[in-house]
């Protein structure tokens, strides 16, 4: 579960990839993901309706609760230059399925593109 915004950096163009672990909050122990939708998404504004780009979830090990975010070089390219503002928003949300549906945010705050 999120708890603090966290900044990313990537540079205009390039491919963009963060390894994620997902841990138990109290157990400290990764959670098995299994069955699990993750998601995340690149705003402009955290309220905005408008996703300028959607992270590619890759390399699942859900048994070990890891995988990677990614954006390629061609979603990076499409952003513009953030300069050294916060930059766009981004979060990270993982569904556990089921009735009612279980939506976690886990990692979200700032994503700076760069030249």
């Known amino acids: 579960m999120a708890t603090n915004p966290i900044k990313l950096k990537t540079r205009k163009g390039d491919t963009f990839t963060k390894t994620v672990t997902i841990t138990g909050k109290s157990s400290g ?3 098995d993901l ?3 939708t993750i998601s995340g998404t690149v705003k402009n504004e955290i309220a905005d309706s408008t996703v ?4 590619v979830i890759e390399a699942r090990d859900d048994a070990n609760g ?9 979603q990076t390219d499409a952003l513009s230059v953030t300069g050294h503002r916060d930059g766009y928003v981004f979060d990270l949300q993982i569904d556990e399925g089921g009735s009612p549906a279980v939506v976690t945010t886990y990692l979200f705050g ?3 593109v760069s030249k």
């Open 29 to 31: 122990l990764p959670v």
């Open 34 to 36: 299994t069955g699990f």
């Open 52 to 55: 300028l780009q959607n992270f």
């Open 66 to 74: 890891k995988f990677n975010m990614v954006l390629s070089s061609v």
């Open 110 to 112: 700032s994503l700076v």
